[in-house]
Nanobody, 121 residues
């Protein structure tokens, strides 16, 4: 019903930048929240940032001041600009969308396949 396609991961040196993108497609009626989670080896998946349809944002303390989340509602796309990257930012980053599909009455959680971000020291 709703498919998410992520792009933009890769390998970068500490202090560098990357920009992640996630495009939602399919039978979308409405998207509420869009965001990014990450999971490092041996750790639980954690919230990085999210943005609501009205533009309200929220960030994990560990990324505040370094990462910026934004969205293009016309394109159903969410972005994560990551600056001043640190080795501890290394993880698989997952796009998350809380959306309502066509013909469905409830909002549901949808996840992307994940994109690897590796920050070398």
């Amino acid at each position: 019903q709703v498919q998410l396609v992520e792009s933009g991961g890769g390998l970068v040196q500490a202090g560098g930048s990357l920009r992640l993108s996630c495009a939602a497609s399919g039978s979308i009626f409405s998207i509420n929240a869009m965001g990014w989670y990450r999971q490092a080896p041996g750790k639980q998946r954690e919230l990085v940032a999210f943005i609501l349809s009205g533009g309200t944002t929220n960030y994990a303390d560990s990324v505040k001041g370094r990462f910026t989340i934004s969205r293009d509602n016309a394109k159903n796309t969410v972005y994560l600009q990551m600056n001043s990257l640190k080795p501890e930012d290394t993880a698989v980053y997952y796009c998350h969308v809380f959306a309502r599909a066509m013909g469905v009455t409830l909002y549901e959680h949808y996840w992307g396949q994940g994109t690897q971000v590796t920050v070398s020291s």
